[in-house]
């Protein structure tokens, strides 16, 4: 493991849609209006709102990009209504006013932004960060893994590494080989589900 990278749920700064409850609403008035940007079929910004849909009993209209540059070019003009965000990319925008930030989609408040709150507050049970890790060929011999995993978390624990990530909206996060082989396999399971429950297929 080496990072997280949360993502916030956004709108165009003039939207009348100022939270989550409000997000809710307007999708539950009008189903499948309400729309939201992604960088594409299947991409982090898709899932996650593929599994706030789920837990929220709501549905929206997708609209795919190819990235997410475009995605976000549109949610500041006003064309899309929202999109889940990566923060490292929003960030700027929600300073200078452009973006309202309605919630983060970590199971915790975030010291960029410790006034939104998480969408977990609101929806229990929701969570979707990106998170960025390290992974080798499967026969790399085990001594060499452990080694690479010891170093990887010995940088990460520096302040002056953790600081430099903070500063792009990237949360430095190393972990146990173990830990990370559970947590790919349970993000298996768990994302193969709400792909199936959503029919996501990619383009």
């Known amino acids: 493991m080496l990072a997280r990278v949360p993502m ?4 165009n700064a003039e939207s009348k849609i100022n939270s989550i409850e409000d997000v809710i609403a307007a999708a539950k008035a009008n189903p499948d209006t ?8 299947g991409s982090p910004q898709h899932m996650s709102a593929a599994i706030f849909q789920s ?8 609209v795919p990009y190819k990235g997410s540059a475009p995605a976000l070019v549109d949610v500041l003009s006003g064309t899309v209504d929202i999109m889940f965000c990566p923060i490292n990319s929003a960030l700027p925008f929600i300073r200078e006013g452009r973006l309202k930030a309605l919630g983060v989609t970590s199971t915790k408040r975030l010291a960029d932004l410790p006034e939104v709150p998480s969408i977990a507050e609101k929806v229990p049970g929701f969570e979707s960060d990106i998170w960025i890790g390290l992974v080798a060929p499967a026969k790399t011999p085990a001594s060499t893994i452990e080694k690479l995993n010891a170093e ?11 600081q430099k990530l903070a500063q792009q909206g990237i949360e430095a996060e190393s972990s146990s080989i173990e830990a990370f082989n559970q947590l790919m396999t349970s993000d298996r399971k768990r994302w193969s589900d709400v792909i199936r429950r959503a029919n996501i297929k990619v383009d």
């Open 8 to 11: 916030v749920l956004i709108v």
């Open 152 to 162: 990887v978390r010995r940088v990460l624990a520096r302040p002056d590494i953790q």
């Open 55 to 62: 837990l929220t009993d709501t549905t929206m209209m997708h």
């Open 34 to 41: 309400l729309s939201f940007a992604s960088a594409g079929a």
